[in-house]
């Protein structure tokens, strides 16, 4: 049996067993539908990752209607709002989903509801429904008069998806720093009401370039080829074996070049995806990426009787930082109880490369909790999500907040215990 601290076991029975909190407990339940229906209209406001303002505004404009008033948008498109403590402390805690998905305007065509009670539609999911969740707990909050000790901001990021690299919730830390002391976030991102996750995967996308003069495949034979280059290259990263602990993977997943079939190639482009859950190990695999890449190069340039000189270049295009909490550290273990508390069984994932990344790589304790629902289809057309029983979600989050932010006249502050 896992060992608690005792004094978070203590924290959750108490705020779990609090009339307001319990009130608050049932308000998600009782209000799903109203939920869902916002989850519904905002998923049909399409918000490809760099183009969030649409859905941004919305959001703002229900958060505020939901009775969070000092609220406002950035000019990245980041709506941020604060529920104000009554203990004027300084500090606060963070509740965030992610406004963005990965799909391109004209994917949404439309909602579906199944026999089953099952709703259709790209990005229902990930991660619209953690945005309307985070909706409801501020709702939930308000009706229930759960006044919190700590400031509690309620966020909606951009730039989470893709090559988008979570610069969404690194822009909001980054402003946030000098307004507050922010003790811990809590993002909603990731399927079911058991899974979380607390530790950061590093992850970097290269994107290698090789040209040189071209020519004819006849009477230009000599001439070096870029496509070439770029093989003998990918042969090389083919070699490298990354560690297994900490894992560690690379791909080489795209690539083109050329410019005619009967042609020597003047340009070859391909690009590279590296992970890890160690910034170490993805460090030293960058490292070796990199001199496989050279060494390709070098072989076709060295070839007897070439001609020509290759040009390599090397660009980072995303890089997402890696990182580790302890395993019993104040937060992991109160996400733990937490998923308890509500009746589920809790499993913590290793990794995970999600808006939590940027708070590790901060020093922020953070978790990633999953939307609560049964999910299928993620970063699909054929996305679907199942609502019920949902509310999970969003109770989990009334319970750690109350923790962690305190309530007056109900319990401390955690950090405050």
């Keep these: 049996m896992e060992h608690f601290n005792p004094?978070?076991?203590?924290?959750?029975?108490?705020?779990?067993?609090?009339?307001?909190?319990?009130?608050?407990?049932?308000?998600?339940?009782?209000h799903l539908?109203?939920?869902?229906r916002d989850q519904k209209e905002l998923v049909l406001i399409e918000a490809p990752t760099g183009h969030e303002k649409a859905k941004a505004e919305r959001y703002l404009s229900?958060?505020?209607?939901?009775?969070?008033?000092?609220?406002?948008?950035?000019?990245?498109?980041n709506v941020i709002g604060k529920l104000h403590g009554t203990g004027?402390?300084?500090?606060?805690?963070?509740?965030?989903?992610?406004l963005d998905t990965v799909f391109s305007f004209g994917d949404v065509k439309g909602i579906e509801t199944d026999a089953e009670g099952r709703i259709h539609c790209p990005g229902i999911c990930d991660d619209t429904r953690a945005i309307a969740a985070n909706l409801a707990v501020l709702r939930a909050f308000k009706a229930a008069n759960l006044r919190p000790v700590h400031d509690i901001y309620f966020c909606g990021t951009v730039c989470?998806?893709?090559?988008?690299?979570?610069?969404?919730?690194?822009?909001t830390l980054d402003q946030l720093k000098d307004k507050t002391k922010l003790l811990t976030t809590i993002s909603i991102d990731g399927a079911t009401a058991e899974i979380f996750y607390a530790n950061?995967?590093?992850?970097?996308?290269?994107?290698?370039?090789?040209e040189g003069p071209g020519g004819h495949a006849w009477t230009a034979c000599e001439r070096v080829s870029a496509i070439h280059a770029a093989g003998l290259a990918i042969a090389e990263i083919a070699k490298i074996v990354p560690p297994k602990d900490p894992k560690t993977t690379l791909t080489v997943s795209l690539i083109e070049g050329g410019q005619a079939i009967h042609a020597i190639a003047q340009k070859a482009v391909f690009k590279i995806n590296a992970r890890s859950n160690s910034q170490a190990a993805l460090n030293e695999v960058e490292e070796q990426i990199y001199q496989a890449t050279r060494r390709g190069v070098e072989i076709e340039q060295k070839k007897e009787g070439s001609e020509g000189e290759l040009c390599l270049s090397i660009e980072k295009t995303l890089d997402v930082p890696a990182g580790t909490q302890p395993d019993d550290a104040p937060i992991i273990q109160l996400?733990?109880?937490a998923t308890q508390a509500v009746g589920r069984n809790y499993k913590f994932l290793p990794g995970g490369c999600t808006n939590t990344n940027m708070s590790i790589e901060r020093g922020i304790p953070a978790v990633t909790l999953g939307r609560g629902?049964?999910?299928?289809?993620?970063?699909?057309?054929?996305?679907?999500?199942?609502p019920k029983g949902v509310y999970a979600c969003e109770q989990k989050s009334i319970l750690m907040l109350s923790v962690l932010a305190g309530l007056d006249g109900v319990i401390a502050p955690l950090d405050k215990a």
């Design 88 to 98: 004027n402390t300084g500090c606060s805690v963070l509740l965030e989903g992610h």
């Design 62 to 77: 229900m958060l505020r209607e939901a009775g969070l008033d000092d609220i406002y948008m950035d000019e990245h498109f």
């Design 7 to 30: 004094k978070l076991v203590e924290a959750v029975e108490h705020v779990k067993t609090n009339p307001s909190v319990q009130t608050a407990l049932e308000y998600v339940k009782d």
């Design 200 to 210: 950061a995967t590093g992850m970097i996308d290269l994107e290698i370039t090789i």
């Design 33 to 36: 539908d109203e939920t869902i």
């Design 160 to 171: 989470e998806e893709g090559l988008g690299g979570m610069k969404g919730m690194a822009w």
């Design 373 to 386: 629902g049964e999910e299928y289809g993620t970063h699909t057309l054929k996305e679907w999500f199942n």
């Design 335 to 337: 996400a733990k109880l």
